[in-house]
């Protein structure tokens, strides 16, 4: 953004970049064994109902978590337009996803690691505890260092969650269905996740951004209660 003075066509043209060496990764680095997909195609044939139907309950709850966590969450680029709103520059504004990211980055792995210790939900709920408090952060927060730092608790709760959540997905559903269970599980969020951005942004044009991040911290508290519901009516400690 400095370099070129902020010329986003080009910014935009210069991150196809490395868009096109992750599908390049992809094309060259990525094989599937042709035995497994002969053996996941017949363990599919032999469903009774091919698709969704053939999902367990325990897939169908962690829709539900999925659900409720991604209506407390909406899209970054509110966090972009907080820190702007905060006094960062805007060729300095890509930096909050950098906060963002990088502390995703850092606690993606350990939660993992965690996970596999100790209950999937209990990060969830932590996950979700940490989004309340970025809310608050973001929603209160009178200068640029609140607004940053309700940007890095928001990276912390998506290290907590986005890789249990596919870990879930994962040991829920049968393995002939799982690229199924990925794709419905997606779909779901997905328009979840359209409808919060778009009451999010109703909210802050109505409203401002302190109304938008309440609401968020609103539904992160009723997220971390699905959570907990859940978790008691799946018997999970």
Not at 220 to 229: D, E, K, R, S, V
Request: net charge neutral.
């Amino acid at each position: 953004m400095l370099w070129l003075n902020l010329d986003l066509r080009t910014v935009f043209w210069v991150a196809t970049i490395p868009a096109c060496l992750a599908v390049f990764v992809l094309w060259v680095g990525v094989r599937e064994p042709h035995q497994k997909i002969e053996r996941n195609n017949e363990l599919y044939r032999n469903l009774p109902w091919h698709g969704g139907g053939a999902l367990p309950p325990l897939f169908w709850a962690v829709v539900a978590v999925g659900t409720a966590l991604t209506m407390s969450r909406f899209s970054e680029a509110f966090l972009i337009l907080r820190a702007q709103e905060a006094g960062l520059g805007l060729a300095y504004l890509p930096l909050a996803l950098v906060v963002m990211n990088v502390v995703y980055a850092a606690t993606a792995y350990p939660a993992g690691a965690m996970s596999d210790r100790t209950s999937p939900f209990w990060l969830l709920a932590a996950g979700c505890a940490v989004l309340l408090g970025a809310d608050a952060a973001l929603a209160y927060g009178d200068d640029l260092a609140w607004s940053l730092g309700g940007v890095a608790l928001w990276g912390l709760h998506m290290g907590l969650t986005q890789g249990v959540l596919a870990a879930l997905v994962a040991a829920a559903a049968p393995e002939a269905l799982r690229a199924t269970a990925f794709g419905l599980f997606n779909l779901v969020t997905g328009l979840v996740a359209v409808a919060a951005s778009s009451l999010a942004g109703l909210l802050w044009q109505a409203f401002g951004s302190q109304a938008t991040f309440a609401a968020g911290g609103v539904f992160a508290m009723l997220a971390l209660f699905g959570i907990a519901a859940l978790a008691s009516m799946l018997k999970i400690r």
